[in-house]
């Protein structure tokens, strides 16, 4: 039994891969050691050399030895290129993709209009890529977009308009490609995406855990009085890292932005751009 081509091109049959690249790799070199050390060993091989079993057979008449032992690795099938499993893993991480590009954008939003104070301050002009986030969820919305026109060429479907790259642009870029996704993952073409899909998953979460810009809020808490002491949880309310108050967006809105003067909002940006 050769390699299967019919195996789920998931991570969980890397074994199998792996395990078949090792035996491809060691073939060659006993098919190079046979013609090496048999004068006629050429010309036997050639009579028999899409014929495993026969090649075999013609090799031990020539007291050669016989061909590395064929993997035994266990394999997951899949129909025709991904497993039901990988499927709905897929299908589930294009939609987290979705919720955590929304959530990473409300922060991304929180620093840059009225809502951080920082709009007073009128910085957006000279500073056209304000965070990581805003960044990454462009290149995201590109990757995505051009995922979606090479499907639409596939399949025949009309061009969508250009549109410019905002949170709708994304939704619907999003809604095409769920729409559409049972029947790409069944392409050939759809392993690359698939692991592709997987990778900007982890990437949003990661952001979404870690990116210390990002996650900080402008302003001065309500209660300790101190500033750049505000972050965002990932249930959306802020909290003071210093005293522990907790405000949803109404109490921040209200405690933090509605009490702002210009030189708090100054202090605070101060403060920011100093960590
Ligand atoms: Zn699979
Ligand atoms: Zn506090």
Redo the contacts with the bound molecule.
């Keep these: 039994m050769g390699r299967r081509t019919d195996v789920c091109a998931g991570p969980e049959n890397r074994p199998y891969r792996e395990a078949w690249d090792a035996w491809d790799t060691a073939y060659e070199a006993w098919l190079q050691h046979c013609l090496d050390t048999a004068e006629n060993a050429a010309e036997a091989l050639s009579a028999v050399y899409e014929d495993e079993e026969a090649r075999t057979t013609a090799f031990d008449a020539l007291g050669l030895p016989q061909p590395p032992a064929t993997p035994a690795e266990a394999c997951v099938l899949g129909a025709p290129v991904w497993c039901s499993r990988c499927r709905a893993r897929i299908r589930g991480a294009l939609g987290s993709i979705g919720d955590l590009a929304a959530l990473l954008e409300s922060w991304a939003d929180g620093h840059r209009g009225a809502a951080s104070g920082e709009q007073i301050l009128s910085r957006r002009a000279s500073t056209p890529s304000p965070s990581p986030i805003t960044d990454t969820l462009d290149e995201l919305y590109g990757r995505l977009a051009e995922v979606e026109a090479g499907w639409r060429a596939h399949a025949g479907h009309q061009t969508r308009p250009r549109r410019s790259r905002n949170a709708e642009a994304r939704e619907l870029v999003l809604a095409y490609l769920q729409a559409h996704l049972d029947e790409m993952l069944k392409h050939p073409g759809s392993v690359t995406f698939g692991y592709e899909v997987w990778v900007w998953e982890r990437r949003l979460r990661t952001l979404a855990k870690s990116d210390p810009v990002v996650r900080k809020r402008p302003g001065r808490?309500p209660?300790?009085r101190?500033v750049n002491?505000l972050r965002t949880r990932d249930d959306g309310h802020t909290e003071?890292c210093?005293?522990g108050?907790l405000m949803n967006e109404e109490e921040y809105q209200r405690d933090v932005v509605g009490g702002a003067d210009t030189a708090v909002v100054a202090e605070s940006k101060e403060a920011r751009r100093a960590s």
């Design positions: 808490c209660r300790c101190l002491v003071c210093d005293c108050r």
